[in-house]
Structures are given as structure tokens and as C-alpha cells.
């Protein structure tokens, strides 16, 4: 039996490999437990790490924090590539409003800490380590570590004990801020899924509609002519000249008062086009395809490698095929084309054409699904790479070095590259199940390293009175989180999806991201999460400090 020890409590590969194993799967198993139908999700697996930790199934420290840290950059570069394409958009509609409910999450939290700091007596560089393992962050720890040493000469090994100790509980006190913020909000989550998505409805990027022609000042001239007219974004997909039958309308083509046409455009000009134009007629898209006999409408996938980051002007379908590209379709929403636009593996394109035409079409972007199942591992760890880099660069001292570090570098390449990777010509498509099951992975493995890490000499801490540090950590997760989450959903109305993922990311916690992004079913809290996120990695450092500083 002597291999079984040497496999439980000793070292070596395989040591280490079957510890995070049984980690895995047993919290992956209680994750499956609900009380009162709410359940902490993977957060078990932080749990059963620090019950291994704590009965001795531990392995070497460099190896650990490398599983922790490996995780971690997994969990987050997965969700970079995912939000990245509609990143910047969500930052334009409110990622300035977001910032700010997360600087205020901040300050609230720290100026609790030194108020608790005042009435119990509790050394601040302890309580710093307490705030750090509140907000799940274990950069501010290391930050607030290195500062005091710096100014002191000599360690305080309450620092990391006191974040060891918090971090589970500040982890678990954000999930329960959530129910909290539900049940004092009122938050009926089948009613908030159905109002987000008739706003998502209301803010698609393409509107169809069929028009008759009525102006007559433009009786006579080509859609060309009529286009340069209007400065709208819009496409005139389909023409049928006094009731025969419809043919593709593009830049030439002549149109008449009496004529008909199928219109895409934003929503935001429909209204306008529409009035220079005509007026509207109840002739959906379906019944188009009906009118016109031979010609057919088709989305086609684009699954060529060599398609990633061309550009409609640079493969002249229209021209070549005598098609017309009325929308293309990505990650769920509908685009209008424009000459110079981009295209990415995955987008769809709706494409309308005869038969035969729109067979080369096809031919020629790929239009096999078999495809987009193959990983392109190369850009995944070359975006890696590069965070890892942008992460390790020394941003400014105060007196030490702050970095974005592990988590907030890889995030924002991942954001760059989802965005502008086809700029590079690299390939950023990845399916669903292949992106969740990197994230999973990669969140498993950091809550049981944390975990592992954390479960040495946790109970010996707690009975010599660290658990004061647990209660504190609790009042300083709940506190700014229900706060703030407040203040957001009554001044700024927002959305509960939202607001979770901004206040996971205030708290730089991917585990209560995990069950927000559980409960919602949707992008939004990742979305928000990454908005506000690199920010907070680099301000909870700061502030980390600048109390050691201040204590000083």
C-alpha cells in the first residue's frame, strides 16, 4: 500500500496530477447540490481543496501556484475571446457608467476596512490582507506584502495568513450579496430575461421591410444614384418592376414609381429611407422568395480559412456572381454590409442570388460546419503570450512596480484579438462548447489550487481568532456590493445581468462571474465584467499599497 501513500501525501507528477483530480471532482460533484434551489456551483471545488489542504493532500508550492495561475489566465482569456467582437460597442452604450459604479465599489470597500481598522484595533497591513482576500485579489495581497516589507525591513506574516483565511469567505459573500440584491430588488429573473431580450430585439443592427415607390424625383434613377442621395445606411436587396417577377437590385438598377423593393437597414433609418422613398407594405421576406420564382435566398457560413479578414470590396461577389449580400450575421446579430467590412470565420451571410450563383457562393466562403468544429489552438496561446508580456510590464512604481498582471493582460489581448484578430489574419472562431469548456477548465483548476493553498493551517488560524478575519471579509464583500447594486438598478436603472458582472468584476471575482453567468443564461455579466475589470486589477493594487503607505 505503500504507493497509494506515495500517491496521496507524497511528490511527484503523478502526486500532483491525482490531488487536483480529486479536487475537481469532488467539488464538481457537490456543486451539484441546492439549498432551497440555490446552489454555489464550482465554488465547491474551493471547498474541497481546502479540506484536501487541511488533511495533508497538498503538493510543491512553485507547482501550485503555477495550476492556480495557469487557471486563472485560462478562465479569463476564454472569456476575452468570447465578449471581444461586441466589446467595444457595450463600452460605447455604458462602459464610462460602469467604471464609475466600480471605482465606487472600491472606495466603499477600502474606506470600510480602515473604519473597521479604527474600531477593532486590528493592525491595518492584517486588515489590508483582509480587504485583498474580500476581493478575491491576490495581486493586491502580494502588493500590500512587498510594500510593507519595503518600508519596514521585516515581514508580516499576518498578511497572507489573514488573506488565506478571507478569501473563501469574501468568494461565497458575493454570491450571497447577489441573493441578497435579488430579493431586496425584487428581481424576477424570467421577467428580467424577457425585458433584455426585447431590448436586444429593439436594438438589432438590421431591419427588413418591402416599399412601394411613390417620389417621383427619383423615378428614373439607378439605386447607385438614390444611394448617394441618403446619407442612411441601408441595402436595397430585392426590385419588382409593375408585378413581375423580382430580380437582385444592385448599383445600376433603374427604379420607377409603382415599383417594389426589399429593404435592409438600421433600425435607426428606417424611418427616413422610408420616407424618401414610398411608403410600406405588409409583403414580408418569406413572400418575396415566393415572388420571385428562380431566385432564392441562402445563409451561407463562412468556414474558409483563407475568407478570415477579407473584405467584401476585395472578393466582388456582386460582381463576379451577380449576387447580393443583404446581412451577415454575427454572434447572434444581424450586421449591414458595407464594401469595406471585415468578414471573421463563423459570420453568416445572407446571401440572395439565383440558384447557381449562389452555389459558387457557397463553394467559395466555405459553407461546411464541419470546419468550425476544428480548434485553432495558435491563437489562443499566442494571445496568451502576448498578455502574459503586456501583464508583466511595469506600469509605474509606488515604490513597487504595478502590473496588470496574469489575469487583466491576457483578458484585454483576448478582447483585441476577438476584436481586431482578422486584421492579423488570425483565426478567432471558436465554437461554444469548445470556449466553455476552456473557461471551466481553466476556473476548476485555479479554485483548487486556491483552495489547496488555503487549506494549510487554515483551521489552526480560525480557532486562534483569525475567525474575526472571516466576518470582517464578509461585511466588506456584502456591504459595497448591495450598495452599490442598489444605487445602480434605482438611479441607473440597469439590467440585474449587468450589474452582477460589474460588481463581480469590482470584487476582480471570477467565481461569483461563474454564477452569475449561470443564473443569466446570457453575455451580459461577462460583458460587463470585462468592462470594468483590467481597470479595478490595476486601482485594487494602488490602493493596496497606497494603505500600507498611509499607514505609514
Not at 70 to 94: A, C, D, E, H
Not at 209 to 228: A, C, K, L
Not at 250 to 265: A, L, T
Not at 427 to 450: K, P
Request: aromatic residues 10%.
Amino acid at each position: 500500500m505503500d504507493f497509494l501513500q506515495s500517491l496521496l501525501f507524497g511528490e511527484g507528477v503523478a502526486h500532483s496530477i491525482f490531488v487536483l483530480a480529486v479536487v475537481i471532482t469532488l467539488g464538481s460533484a457537490l456543486s451539484k447540490i441546492r439549498i432551497c434551489g440555490i446552489s454555489l456551483g464550482p465554488t465547491w471545488i474551493l471547498f474541497a481543496g481546502i479540506a484536501a489542504g487541511h488533511f495533508g493532500m497538498r503538493f510543491n508550492h512553485d507547482t501550485l501556484e503555477f495550476v492556480r495561475d495557469f487557471g486563472l489566465t485560462l478562465f479569463v482569456f476564454s472569456i476575452g475571446l468570447q465578449i471581444g467582437p461586441g466589446f467595444f460597442s457595450s463600452l460605447r452604450k455604458g462602459g464610462l457608467r460602469l467604471m464609475w459604479l466600480s471605482l465606487l465599489v472600491m472606495i466603499v470597500g477600502t474606506a470600510l476596512t480602515y473604519l473597521i481598522h479604527l474600531l477593532s484595533g486590528i493592525p491595518l497591513q492584517t486588515m489590508s490582507g483582509v480587504l485583498a482576500g474580500a476581493v478575491a485579489n491576490t495581486p493586491a495581497m502580494g502588493a500590500a506584502q512587498q510594500t510593507y516589507i519595503d518600508m519596514t525591513g521585516v515581514n508580516d506574516p499576518s498578511i497572507p495568513l489573514s488573506f488565506a483565511v478571507s478569501y473563501p469567505f469574501g468568494i461565497i459573500a458575493v454570491i450571497i450579496a447577489f441573493i441578497l440584491l435579488r430579493f431586496i430588488l425584487r428581481i424576477d429573473l424570467s421577467k428580467e430575461g424577457e425585458a433584455l431580450k426585447a431590448l436586444n430585439n429593439e436594438n438589432k443592427l438590421a431591419s427588413k421591410y418591402s416599399i412601394e415607390i411613390t417620389n417621383r424625383q427619383i423615378d428614373g434613377m439607378t439605386v447607385g444614384e438614390i444611394r448617394n442621395l441618403i446619407n442612411r445606411q441601408f441595402v436595397i436587396s430585392r426590385i419588382s418592376h409593375d408585378g413581375n417577377k423580382a430580380s437582385i437590385a444592385d448599383s445600376d438598377s433603374v427604379i420607377h414609381c409603382g415599383d417594389k423593393i426589399f429593404v435592409v437597414s438600421s433600425p435607426e433609418d428606417k424611418i427616413a429611407v422610408m420616407k424618401f422613398l414610398g411608403h410600406e407594405i405588409n409583403m414580408l421576406e418569406a413572400e418575396w422568395g415566393e415572388f420571385e420564382g428562380k431566385l432564392v435566398s441562402r445563409r451561407i457560413v463562412i468556414t474558409r480559412p483563407e475568407i478570415n479578414g477579407k473584405r467584401f470590396v476585395d472578393l466582388r461577389l456582386r460582381t463576379k456572381y451577380g449576387i447580393n449580400i443583404t446581412r451577415v450575421n454575427r454572434s447572434g446579430v444581424d450586421i449591414i454590409p458595407y464594401q469595406g467590412m471585415e468578414l471573421q470565420l463563423g459570420d453568416k451571410v445572407m446571401v440572395v442570388g439565383s440558384e447557381d450563383a449562389i452555389n459558387k457562393v457557397s463553394d467559395l466562403l466555405g459553407n461546411s460546419l464541419k470546419k468550425l468544429h476544428q480548434p485553432h489552438i495558435l491563437t489562443i496561446f499566442l494571445g496568451i503570450a502576448i498578455g502574459v508580456l503586456v501583464g508583466s510590464i511595469p506600469l509605474f512604481s509606488i515604490p513597487q512596480p504595478v502590473k496588470l498582471g496574469l489575469a487583466a493582460g491576457p483578458m484585454i489581448m483576448a478582447i483585441l484579438i476577438g476584436r481586431f484578430g482578422t486584421h492579423w489574419h488570425l483565426i478567432t472562431y471558436t465554437t461554444l462548447s469548445a470556449n466553455l469548456m476552456l473557461r471551466e477548465v481553466g476556473l476548476a483548476m485555479f479554485l483548487a489550487a486556491v483552495g489547496l493553498a488555503s487549506g494549510d493551517g487554515f483551521v489552526e488560524a480560525v480557532v486562534a481568532g483569525g475567525y474575526i478575519w472571516m466576518i470582517y471579509a464578509v461585511i466588506i464583500a456584502v456591504v459595497p456590493v448591495i450598495l452599490v447594486g442598489v444605487f445602480a438598478r434605482l438611479v441607473y436603472h440597469m439590467d440585474f445581468y449587468t450589474i452582477m458582472g460589474m460588481l463581480s468584476g469590482s470584487m476582480t471575482n471570477p467565481i461569483s462571474l461563474s454564477y452569475a453567468n449561470g443564473i443569466a443564461g446570457n453575455d451580459m455579466p461577462a460583458i460587463s465584467y470585462a468592462t470594468v475589470y483590467p481597470l479595478v486589477m490595476f486601482l485594487r493594487v494602488i490602493f493596496a499599497q497606497m494603505m500600507i503607505l498611509f499607514m505609514m
